[in-house]
């Protein structure tokens, strides 16, 4: 991995075209998660993936964990200024619904195709609280700067998306 990186610092493009090829799948399942719609997540990782290319010369390699999460942090980065940018109305903290239980999924816990369509039917705030706590890992305060909100209201909004999926969850069984 070290020696693509070194060949894409270089500018080769058959060395990006194989960093894409190798990494387009996982990240636009990350991209997806946030926008919910085909279109706009192939336009963030095409995106991201521009602006890896550009700012892989200050990556420094230490190993393929820390790639693939500076790669991944880029298409989350991407994917919340998409929403920012497309939802200028919607404040994540202004959701009505009200909604307390305890559903998680960890990181290294694949998601099944099930319980992603639920996540998908979450309000926008919801679904981006909940994607970044319970399946990218940062915590609430790590949330609340990228978000630009409080973190109780990054507590409260993954809160009610906990609740709302629970009640999803009983409505499909």
Request: with cysteine; proline share 1%; glycine share 2%.
């Amino acid at each position: 991995m070290q020696q693509l990186v070194d060949l894409i610092k270089k500018n080769d493009r058959k060395a990006q075209e194989q960093l894409y090829k190798q990494y387009a799948n996982k990240m636009f399942l990350t991209c997806i998660r946030y926008v919910n719609n085909e279109d706009d997540a192939a336009e963030i990782l095409n995106t991201g993936f521009y602006k890896a290319f550009s700012a892989i010369h200050s990556f420094q390699f230490i190993n393929q964990i820390a790639f693939d999460s500076w790669l991944r942090k880029i298409m989350i980065n991407e994917s919340l200024m998409f929403l920012r940018k497309k939802n200028k109305n919607i404040s994540f903290s202004d959701i009505e619904q009200t909604m307390t239980t305890d559903f998680s999924i960890s990181e290294n816990h694949m998601l099944n195709e099930d319980y992603y369509v639920l996540i998908q039917k979450l309000p926008v705030g919801y679904r981006t609280v909940f994607n970044l706590f319970a399946i990218e890992g940062y915590n609430h305060s790590e949330i609340a700067e990228m978000l630009d909100i409080s973190e109780s209201t990054s507590r409260s909004q993954l809160s009610r998306a906990r609740e709302m999926l629970q009640k999803l969850i009983k409505k499909e069984l």
